[in-house]
């Protein structure tokens, strides 16, 4: 429940109650810092600064992976373009067609694929729950836009520490041993976006984002 901040000046047991949970946290300059792991919840307050910081986080993603070896896939989407009023067959979407599809769509250019990430669905949910990528799908899977593997948990988790698992990576026996759900996921429904001066263009990639 929100508390008006005067209402707590004088309240000296949530005062050291606000204390306790501030020392809890910890601070970084930069999304760089080694501290933050790949499966790092990230929080802004406007679309313009998640836009922007996405791009740049993927390809720290990225980069550590290469520096320590982690298996991972990366998954660029399929962009594509024509020109208003065409019937014509779409062709491969340019750079500023890129951008707008960036702007408007929830589907990322950029998606990297690893074991045990963490990853929130595009498509509505009444139900919203955070989907667990287990282990790696084929590449030539991932290639074809082929439905993928993914474990959604049980309603009401807020967990998704594996630390007491060997080497932090549970099986699938243990999965289901605590009521987790495999699943199918596959690409998100075509949606049709309408450039400037009336061409369209459109994007297929996984119903899936980070």
């Not at 001066?197 to 459109?202: D, E, I, L, R």
């Amino acid at each position: 429940m929100r508390t008006n901040p005067i209402d707590l000046i004088d309240d000296e047991v949530q005062k050291r109650r606000f204390f306790d949970l501030i020392d809890l946290f910890g601070f970084v300059i930069s999304w760089d810092d080694p501290s933050i792991t790949p499966n790092t919840i990230r929080l802004f307050a406007k679309k313009v600064p998640v836009t922007a910081s996405l791009g740049n986080y993927t390809e720290a993603v990225i980069s550590r992976f290469h520096q320590d070896g982690t298996p991972h896939i990366i998954c660029c989407s399929n962009d594509f373009q024509r020109g208003a009023f065409s019937i014509s067959e779409y062709l491969p979407a340019n750079a500023e067609s890129k951008k707008t599809l960036n702007k408007k769509l929830r589907e990322p250019e950029k998606l990297v694929f690893f074991e045990c990430g963490l990853y929130e669905c595009t498509v509505n949910d009444p139900d919203p729950r955070v989907p667990l990528m287990l282990d790696l799908p084929p590449s030539h899977i991932v290639e074809s836009f082929l439905p993928i593997t993914m474990w959604i948990a049980p309603a009401g988790t807020t967990n998704f520490d594996f630390t007491s698992f060997p080497n932090s990576h549970p099986s699938s026996d243990q999965l289901k041993d605590l009521e987790w759900l495999e699943v199918k996921i596959g690409c998100a429904p075509e949606q049709i976006v309408v450039l400037c001066g009336g061409s369209q263009a459109k994007r297929m990639k996984y119903a899936l984002k980070r």
